[in-house]
């Protein structure tokens, strides 16, 4: 005889951590790597300051470069610019291109089953490869970074919808045609709409991918205003100050998009009932 024991249900659920408690975690862990970044350098001197900058060194060359008043300064604060610029256009474009496509996969078996097979495959190749083909195509301009980036943006987008509606719950799907939904209408009524927290998933991704690539093409392609090309003056001066500047800055940027789109997430993800609030 099997005996079922039912989970006891009066025991409150164990609360996460608050928010706040994460943030002041989080500002605990970088004091604690400045502090030992400043006793690596500053401190102990273990390696001299043009080989590893100390956290002062650093801030001042992001201080200047974002804020300063001379003739060369402010040139951080102009590259982050021209970068925002030109992930955002690419982004953009990748997230139509590829929820058309993404829609089409979903749609339709035939396309599915082979174009889905190899944007797979484009997928695994890092981005940098591309960038020698980008050039020799579109020239050593603009253009070539922005090919890069839209196609490191919208192939996350396109398997990410046609995933999404594929798993939609077959309820969903009775229920729609039950109603009189059917074909286009049934994919853009009822498939589409279940699919929006999954397909958000793919938008993250989609950031991520596109924000690695930017950087990349752009350290290749000299002559734009770019982060990429701040790396790359930091590297011919041998200021390692300004790269691990640059690096911070990439590295902030990044995360603070992330973060956004993290949120969106779950926010949509709370009003869908896939999470619930503690």
Do not use: C, H
Request: proline share 5%; hydrophobic share 50%.
């Amino acid at each position: 005889m099997t005996v079922r024991v039912q989970p006891d249900l009066s025991r409150p659920r164990r609360r996460g951590p608050g928010r706040a408690q994460v943030v002041v975690w989080q500002l605990v862990g970088l004091a604690v790597i400045v502090g030992l970044w400043w006793l690596v350098t500053d401190g102990l001197k273990l390696y001299p300051g043009y080989v590893f900058p100390s956290p002062r060194a650093v801030w001042t060359e992001i201080s200047y470069g974002l804020w300063g008043t001379g003739p060369q300064d402010g040139k951080l604060l102009s590259a982050i610019g021209g970068s925002l610029r030109r992930v955002l256009t690419g982004y953009v474009a990748g997230l139509v291109l590829g929820g058309v496509i993404g829609l089409l996969m979903g749609a339709w078996l035939p396309l599915r089953a082979t174009l889905g097979a190899y944007l797979t495959g484009v997928q695994s190749i890092p981005s940098i490869a591309f960038v020698p083909f980008a050039i020799l195509f579109l020239g050593l301009n603009e253009k070539a970074v922005l090919f890069v980036v839209i196609l490191e943006a919208f192939i996350p987008v396109a398997l990410a919808v046609s995933g999404a509606l594929l798993n939609v719950p077959p309820a969903l799907q009775v229920a729609g045609r039950t109603l009189g939904a059917r074909g286009v209408g049934l994919t853009l009524r009822v498939l589409l709409p279940a699919s929006v927290p999954n397909i958000l998933t793919g938008l993250r991704t989609s950031w991520s991918y596109a924000w690695r690539a930017l950087v990349g093409a752009e350290l290749l392609i000299a002559g734009v205003q770019s982060l990429g090309s701040q790396l790359e003056v930091g590297r011919n001066t041998a200021n390692v100050a300004l790269v691990l500047a640059t690096i911070i800055i990439i590295g902030l940027i990044g995360g603070l998009f992330d973060a956004v789109l993290r949120a969106v997430e779950g926010r949509v993800r709370r009003d869908y009932g896939l999470e619930v609030t503690q």
